[in-house]
């Protein structure tokens, strides 16, 4: 009765593939040799154009064959070529033995491969180097300001910090350590993106904040927040402070509309006072300026020149932030037309995948395909925009490397060549291409 049932299900199911217009195919080898690299192709190929949750049938016995040999040599032979084929699969195309199966009953057996449905997980891990950390220590009862290397501000109200057990800190020396993301470059390095939820954004900067106490973790208390003079040479209305959380590896972004970034790009002289000696003061005021500008200054019988301010106005933005961890300073990038686009690398290691855009401060992942191991795929990308596809993977002092100058939009298909490389020399090579 068991049996019966069994051969009613497949047949059922062969019924259900038939409806479903499975392709076909037939390939046939010496199962003795096993399959050269034409045969591999061609499996590889067949299943590269197959649709997910759809069938592929192989037929492993050729017309010349059936009228060649006997039925129970070609029997054997075709049991032999199905094991081939499903061992090529589940080696080089890491396809799990469920979907695939040997159908008996016909003349001979065939084989029959299903294609599951494709899942997508961001390429690459992040990166805190060591080196590029940023700490300072100072004494939490008071207000402190924090200026970075790439000249960035952050003010500490008082009294802020609290241990993981609730504690307030006080009078005790504190250390507050910083990794910034100015650009494209400390970016790609740390394997940081602009993407939110498969959403690309525009950035202004980011950074990861940390703070210890004799080593313990320390947290900001309830209803806290420090605020952050964020550099930049753009100037957009809708800025807002994101945070960032671990997802398939990479930071995945989610805004904070409560937070917005308030962009300062105020380009007038500033009201203050400059000393030029121990006797003479005179003072910058943005409204009569345009009366002294140019004039000799006197004083005590000594000619002056006017003292004029070299230091370039700086822009930045204003944002608030009420965790440490990951904080990002952007906004959504929106576009009215976009395209998909296939990465296909010469390797099956798993890879970095980037898009660098040119013209825009961002850097968006593209997403390995569970179905192809050599495939990534990026979807919503701007078309028309100019972009630097990178694809690598490090480890330790060693890089593999590959890199395309694309306009999103032109190919579907962008096919990367990979090259050995040293650790250096692919930050240097990095370093280059984003240096225009």
Not at 186 to 204: C, H, P, W
Request: include cysteine.
């Amino acid at each position: 009765m068991k049996k019966l049932l069994s051969i009613v299900s497949v047949a059922l199911l062969l019924s259900s593939i038939t409806a479903q217009n499975a392709t076909t195919s037939t390939i046939y080898f010496n199962p003795t040799k096993g399959l050269d690299a034409e045969h591999q192709q061609k499996l590889a190929d067949v299943y590269c154009n197959m649709s997910d949750l759809k069938y592929h049938c192989f037929n492993l016995v050729s017309q010349q064959e059936m009228g060649a040999y006997p039925s129970a040599k070609l029997l054997k032979i075709t049991k032999a070529r199905a094991n081939k084929v499903m061992e090529y699969y589940r080696d080089k195309q890491q396809i799990e033995t469920k979907n695939m199966f040997v159908q008996y009953g016909g003349a001979y057996p065939t084989l029959w491969l299903l294609k599951p449905k494709s899942y997508f997980t961001a390429s690459g891990n992040i990166t805190l180097d060591e080196n590029e950390k940023q700490c300072y220590s100072f004494n939490p009862s008071t207000q402190e300001m924090i200026s970075t290397n790439s000249g960035n501000k952050f003010h500490f109200p008082k009294n802020a910090f609290e241990t993981m057990n609730g504690a307030i800190v006080s009078n005790k020396n504190i250390s507050i350590c910083i990794w910034e993301f100015a650009d494209k470059k400390s970016l790609v390095y740390s394997g940081l993106t602009t993407d939110a939820n498969g959403k690309m954004l525009e950035t202004a900067g980011s950074f990861f904040i940390e703070a210890k106490l004799n080593g313990e973790d320390l947290r900001l208390r309830k209803n806290e927040s420090y605020t952050i003079e964020m550099r930049s040479e753009k100037s957009f209305p809708d800025m807002f402070t994101y945070y960032g959380g671990k997802k398939d590896g990479i930071i995945d972004w989610v805004v904070n509309k409560k937070e917005p970034a308030l962009a300062n790009f105020n380009n007038e002289i500033p009201n203050e006072e400059y000393e030029l000696d121990d006797d003479v003061k005179i003072e910058f005021n943005s409204e009569n300026y345009d009366a002294w500008k140019g004039e000799d200054v006197y004083s005590d019988g000594i000619l002056d020149k006017p003292y004029y301010a070299t230091e370039e106005p700086v822009n930045f933005y204003e944002m608030t932030a009420g965790k440490l961890g990951w904080i990002n300073c952007d906004r959504f990038y929106e576009v009215k037309k976009t395209s998909p686009l296939i990465v296909k690398i010469d390797s099956d290691n798993n890879m970095v995948v980037r898009l660098v855009f040119r013209d825009i401060n961002s850097v968006m992942p593209a997403y390995a395909n569970s179905n192809h191991k050599n495939q990534y795929e990026a979807s919503g990308i701007p078309t028309g925009e100019k972009v630097l596809l990178l694809a690598y993977s490090v480890k330790d002092e060693n890089a593999v490397f590959g890199y395309k100058e694309i306009t999103i939009g032109e190919n579907k298909t962008e096919n990367i060549t990979l090259n050995n490389l040293t650790k250096t020399r692919f930050k240097s090579a990095v370093s280059e291409l984003l240096s225009y």
